[in-house]
């Protein structure tokens, strides 16, 4: 656990790495600072390099799926409106003193609408913050 006198109502924890379907994001910023968890928060946001890192992974796994317009912050969306079946790439989080979050795939895509016109976006931002901030993924953290 990371302290911060301005942050004292809130957990934070150092985040030393990310794996996306066991493929290990490459970034200095990894185990420098904190990452703020807040599960009343839908979308993550992260440091632009380990977004960008992480937004480079992910798209490479999971090619072949037609892109859609981003939705406000959120820039990585798929039209999944004629797909039947969706291979999703694992999401594992890390941090420090061994705590692993080994994000549920129900939660890594954020479904728009509820009908036939399903547009999907990563729940993960680049909007930047003073803290980065770990959303209702973190309702997965086991240590």
Same mark, same amino acid.
């Given at each position: ?12 924890? #150092? /985040? =030393?790495? !990310? ?10 910023? *990894?185990?420098?600072?904190?990452? &703020? ?41 798929? #039209? /999944? =409106?004629? !797909? ?10 890390? *941090?420090?003193?061994?705590?692993? &979050? ?42």
């Amino acid at each position: 656990m990371v302290s911060n006198p301005q942050l004292s109502n809130f957990y934070i924890l #150092n /985040l =030393t790495g !990310i794996d996306v379907s066991g493929v290990a994001l490459e970034d200095t910023s *990894f185990g420098n600072g904190g990452v &703020l968890i807040d599960s009343r928060t839908v979308i993550t946001r992260l440091a632009p390099s380990v977004y960008n890192a992480l937004k480079t992974e992910f798209l490479k796994q999971f090619s072949g799926y037609p892109f859609a317009p981003g939705l406000s912050i959120l820039d990585t969306c798929f #039209n /999944l =409106t004629s !797909i039947e079946e969706v291979s999703i790439p694992t999401l594992s989080m890390h *941090f420090e003193d061994n705590v692993d &979050l080994n994000v549920d795939t129900a939660v890594i895509l954020y479904m728009v609408k509820d009908d036939i016109s399903q547009v999907w976006h990563l729940q993960v931002s680049l909007k930047k913050m003073t803290w980065p901030l770990l959303g209702i993924i973190s309702k997965g953290i086991r240590g």
